[in-house]
């Protein structure tokens, strides 16, 4: 399986629809790729909270129609990174979209963790409350989003929804990058699956980006890794390693904490 993260540049200055059509360009260019992976609230930025009312779309918005389109044209499944979603019967989410090759929508995933303790997106947008795994012919993926690769226990339900690899969209500061390796690493040694993690570049609400999109393997080590500017990063995957790392070291069989306890 061949895997493209796009690690888009979103530096202030250009403007939503500018950005939406470079960004379909760059999909649409991916043809060679069976999965392409984008950012999170690459339309915005992650931390242009001032943007996040005027910008949010419904679901079904400009950006879910080019996404969708753009998948369809390069024949990919398509992880299009996340938006702000305006539910017209509730708050704003941002929520990641998942489009198959023929352009269909396969999973919607509003974000649980929000980022902001008191302010920002914690205050701004509601939390998700549904675990999205999404089924490919090679392989199944969880989905999760920036802020959630700090809560072990999300990947953990998720691995136990099937999940074998693990895609994480982002806009991670660049002053917390070591963080955001350590933890790409530690959820993929943990949960003994993939991970592809995919953030922003640049800088946006004065906040620089941390890059440094990655994809690390079962067994914890980087199979490639992108640096701080705009960039693709491809790389060619084996799924069957996930099961044979698991039957090769099966330590999540030994899990005792966290399961439904035995019945008497």
Avoid at 3 to 16: C, P, R
Avoid at 175 to 184: D, E, F, I, M
Avoid at 245 to 261: N, S, V
Wanted: overall charge negative; some cysteine.
């Amino acid at each position: 399986m061949r895997a493209s993260l796009i690690q888009i540049d979103v530096n202030e200055g250009e403007s939503v629809e500018s950005r939406r059509r470079r960004v379909t360009a760059l999909v649409r260019e991916q043809t060679d790729a069976d999965l392409v992976v984008l950012p999170e609230l690459w339309t915005t930025g992650a931390f242009a909270y001032e943007e996040f009312a005027t910008e949010a779309e419904p679901l079904e918005g400009p950006t879910y129609e080019a996404m969708a389109k753009a998948a369809s044209d390069a024949g990919v499944w398509l992880h299009a990174g996340s938006i702000p979603e305006r539910d017209p019967e509730g708050p704003l989410y941002n929520t990641a979209l998942i489009f198959s090759p023929s352009g269909d929508l396969a999973a919607a995933y509003r974000k649980i963790h929000r980022f902001g303790f008191d302010k920002g997106e914690a205050v701004l947008m509601g939390a998700g409350q549904e675990l999205v795994t999404v089924r490919l012919p090679e392989t199944t993926l969880g989905v999760a989003t920036c802020y959630d690769l700090r809560f072990p226990e999300l990947f953990r339900a998720l691995v136990d929804a099937g999940a074998e690899t693990m895609v994480v969209s982002a806009g991670w500061p660049e002053r917390r990058r070591a963080h955001w390796t350590l933890l790409a690493q530690a959820r993929a040694v943990e949960n003994q699956a993939f991970v592809l993690a995919c953030g922003t570049a640049g800088t946006h609400a004065g906040v620089p980006q941390a890059g440094h999109s990655i994809v690390v393997d079962p067994w914890g080590d980087v199979l490639a890794e992108a640096g701080a500017g705009e960039e693709i990063l491809t790389v060619d995957l084996d799924p069957a390693k996930v099961a044979a790392t698991r039957e090769q070291f099966p330590a999540l069989k030994d899990r005792l904490l966290g399961l439904e306890p035995p019945r008497r």
